[in-house]
């Protein structure tokens, strides 16, 4: 009886101390970021004209976000929110980056493929960059093992389609890591290449952690897609491109699933802003929300936004609570168990949202900054509160199915406006005279985060900015 006693006590002291000391297996990271796609272009989010089973089905085995923000509506700025977790305002990145600028993303600023590669990972980045196309700004210099893709978006530069000119591509560079592969003109091909890249540096990484960045440069305009997938959606090409881009998911999912990798890998897909309506039917669906790319209306920055991770996120969740580009790296951080970055940023972990250990936002408060430091709205709680500043509109014109755009009007918010989003989610009722003391609260706010992340239409640096990148020479 003794022995017996003491023998259990002894297996439980084992499993105990088994338990506290199991191995931890660092997860790799896949981070797939399509360009201007709109909240409503995918299945699980309400496109009836639109197949994307790949991409539902990967909704249906993790976590679905309805209040997800792109930190800005526009390019670089929103890229460079999701890979230092700070608001692109506070690392002095606006707008997007032309070609053969001076600018770019700061040597200093530490970024995921940063983050991870000092846990050992190994990091790829197959697809757009638009951080800076200067050698010191290339994504070789900030963190990433390899690079297949294009410095800046697909329509630059100089012909860019709002200058009425005939597509004409012999400056888009095609580079490897540093060097420039070719230039190219019919990017019909470019979906599928980036989709072998991504999954040779599966395989050939397989046995180590990775973090892979898919940053597609579609479906900004011009759109392209492969031949097999022309003409196959009822939403027309835009249709077609986003059905690629699902297809590209897919084949990257088999190859997790050959390789035994599904249960410890963290999938993330996204959008780095919502729709550029000025192109018409080349264009993307903000769903029920206002306005589109380059506004701080719901349609500008709400996009669609899904997790996958079979270890810690329970199927078929679904997150209400507001969230923002910038809350990717501390989320991955803490996924990954990396150490803290040396600068501070502004995002918080999802963790506990993903988990289910608490059903609140980790933001009270979320800022949307556009066109030069300028604040333009903030959402706080429930509430999206619009500050006097000028956005474009199309007032309701519809745009060309030709792939051409059509001017925007230039509209002016002359006195604040509050918008309550649970009642009135498409912010058609102005209700700032009823609630003057969430406006004056706000207001409070304002000035707060003006003092500390600049507002330039009040003339405000901002005390916490850091520097942007230059060319020394």
């Not at 019909?188 to 395989?203: C, G, H, K, Q, V």
Request: proline content about 6%.
């Amino acid at each position: 009886m003794f022995f017996k006693k003491y023998i259990s006590l002894i297996f439980l002291i084992f499993f105990l101390f088994s338990c506290r000391n199991e191995i931890f297996t660092p997860p790799n990271i896949i981070f797939i970021l399509t360009d201007d796609q709109g909240y409503g272009d995918l299945g699980v989010y309400g496109a009836d004209d639109i197949l994307t089973p790949n991409i539902d089905f990967l909704a249906s085995q993790g976590a679905r976000f309805t209040s997800y923000y792109a930190t800005q509506p526009v390019c670089s700025a929103s890229r460079a929110s999701i890979l230092t977790g700070s608001y692109s305002d506070r690392i002095s990145i606006y707008g997007a980056f032309m070609p053969n600028s001076k600018k770019g993303i700061n040597i200093q600023e530490t970024t995921i493929a940063e983050m991870l590669k000092d846990k050992g990972y190994s990091t790829g980045i197959f697809g757009k960059w638009h951080l800076g196309d200067a050698p010191e700004f290339f994504p070789t210099r900030h963190g990433f093992d390899e690079f297949y893709g294009i410095l800046y978006s697909n329509d630059m530069w100089p012909y860019h389609p709002e200058q009425g000119t005939i597509f004409n591509f012999d400056d888009l560079k095609l580079y490897e890591n540093e060097n420039i592969l070719k230039t190219i003109e019919d990017q019909s091909f470019l979906t599928e290449a980036i989709t072998d890249r991504a999954i040779n540096f599966i395989e050939k990484n397989k046995k180590t952690p990775f973090f892979l960045y898919i940053p597609h440069p579609q479906p900004h305009v011009p759109l392209f897609a492969k031949n097999n997938f022309l003409g196959t959606q009822a939403r027309g090409i835009y249709g077609d491109v986003i059905n690629e881009i699902d297809f590209s998911f897919g084949r990257i999912y088999d190859v997790l699933k050959k390789n035994n990798l599904v249960n410890n890998t963290v999938i993330i897909f996204t959008s780095d802003n919502g729709p550029w309506l000025s192109y018409g039917t080349h264009s993307g669906s903000p769903g029920i929300y206002r306005e589109g790319k380059g506004t701080c209306w719901e349609g500008g920055n709400r996009v669609p936004a899904i997790i996958s991770f079979p270890k810690n996120i329970k199927p078929n969740t679904i997150i209400d609570a507001p969230v923002m580009g910038i809350d990717w790296l501390p989320t991955i951080k803490e996924f990954s168990k990396s150490d803290n970055v040396k600068h501070k940023i502004d995002g918080k972990s999802l963790v506990p949202l993903l988990t289910g250990k608490t059903y609140k936002s980790p933001h009270e408060n979320l800022f949307f900054y556009y066109r030069e430091n300028e604040l333009h709205a903030i959402r706080h709680k429930d509430w999206k509160y619009y500050l006097s500043h000028s956005y474009r509109s199309l007032n309701g014109k519809k745009g060309k199915s030709d792939g051409t755009p059509i001017k925007y009007e230039t509209n002016y918010i002359n006195s604040p406006e509050l918008y309550n989003l649970i009642n009135d989610p498409k912010e058609k009722k102005n209700v700032v005279d009823l609630y003057p003391n969430i406006v004056k609260k706000i207001d409070k706010i304002s000035d707060s985060i003006s003092l500390i992340l600049g507002n330039s239409l009040k003339g405000i640096k901002g005390s916490e900015v850091r520097p942007i990148g230059l060319i020394k020479n």
